[in-house]
């Protein structure tokens, strides 16, 4: 009798988890495609930025802490006093100081 009753209660608590689990959709889970990672081999040098050449724009992308103000004062330097001889001389603009060259050598480069 005990196994009758078991059987009763039981069968239909397993019949119904089979057919929620039959009748359940199924996951739509997109597979996002992956993303390449660029990395930079050993002995390459990083693409750096000619202060005779960069205009304003590509200045305040490129470098940091410098902004429109900075970058145009750059160019504005460049045109009334010819090339840059060094990268020591953005040292003369104003605003631009000792920790901001510092920040951004390895970025640019005179030729």
Excluded: H
């Excluded at 039981?10 to 119904?16: C, D, G, M, V, Y």
């Excluded at 460049?78 to 603009?93: K, M, Q, Y």
């Amino acid at each position: 009798m005990r196994n009758n009753v078991l059987s009763y209660l039981l069968l239909p608590l397993f019949a119904s988890l089979s057919f929620s689990l039959s009748a359940a959709p199924a996951s739509t889970t997109a597979v996002a495609e992956p993303v390449p990672v660029v990395t930079q081999q050993q002995g390459q040098q990083p693409q750096r930025l000619d202060l005779n050449t960069a205009d304003a724009l590509t200045l305040q992308k490129e470098l940091n802490g410098i902004g429109k103000a900075k970058a145009e004062a750059i160019v504005a330097y460049r045109e009334a006093n010819g090339p840059f001889a060094s990268v020591d001389e953005l040292l003369e603009i104003k605003g631009i100081g000792n920790a901001l060259l510092e920040r951004n050598r390895d970025k640019v480069m005179v030729e």
